[in-house]
């Protein structure tokens, strides 16, 4: 793949989305980056924004399509997601829906739309979570968002299936515990580490390691 091909990121303003941005950019990728608002972080890579838009409303992902047009995506990549912690004794069923309406229909609702723009030899990453394995699942809790990813991965592993024969490969990506605010920056190592990593499993995908569920740092997790 060209180093002037098409890379569209959501959740592009802060965090893993802006670190990998940057990581495609500086490798002289032509990057949109998508996002609800833009950031003076994400202005300053001075690449192409598209914000304004929420993967979980149909409205704005229709509009995403629009001004997209009919330019081929070498590169789509799911990243936006949101985290409501929870235990058993505080379940709030509204938080649990918002996040499959973002962490799960959202990136399906952002293939769907932008399906017509890739091409064999595209790829799909989705940024899941391990806390989304039921394998790996040693410490409970944090429901919504759990079920939420685990219900990502489902849908990523049908969408290779489904897509391998137009040459469209998926990977389904746990980018490590990443000091963003999503965990008020607890996490072990740095967005731009994760970043690179998750570039990585993206660059060494091929079309038959497609629908795997990878650690960024290349570990195959358990489902």
Not at 62 to 71: D, P, Q
Request: with cysteine; net charge negative; hydrophobic share 40%.
């Amino acid at each position: 793949m060209n180093n002037s091909s098409i890379v569209v990121i959501t959740g592009a303003n802060r965090g893993i989305g802006l670190a990998l941005c940057r990581a495609y950019q500086q490798n002289g990728h032509q990057v949109i980056g998508v996002c609800r608002h833009t950031s003076d972080e994400l202005n300053r890579l001075d690449i192409e924004t598209i914000d304004q838009i929420d993967i979980s409303i149909p409205d704005d992902i229709e509009r995403l399509s629009s001004i997209i047009g009919n330019r081929t995506i070498n590169i789509l990549i799911n990243n936006a997601g949101i985290l409501r912690s929870m235990n058993f004794d505080l379940l709030d069923y509204d938080a649990i829906q918002e996040q499959f309406n973002v962490n799960t229909l959202g990136p399906l609702r952002v293939v769907e739309a932008l399906f017509d723009n890739l091409t064999s030899g595209s790829k799909i990453g989705l940024v899941s979570s391990r806390m989304g394995s039921i394998g790996d699942n040693t410490s409970g809790g944090t429901y919504g968002y759990r079920m939420s990813k685990c219900a990502l991965n489902v849908a990523g592993k049908s969408m290779a299936v489904d897509f391998k024969p137009k040459g469209i490969a998926v990977a389904i990506l746990h980018p490590g515990y990443v000091q963003t605010d999503m965990v008020n920056h607890n996490g072990d190592i740095s967005a731009e580490k994760s970043a690179a990593r998750l570039k990585q499993r993206m660059d060494e995908m091929t079309i038959d390691t497609s629908g795997t569920f990878w650690h960024s740092n290349g570990e195959i997790l358990p489902w």
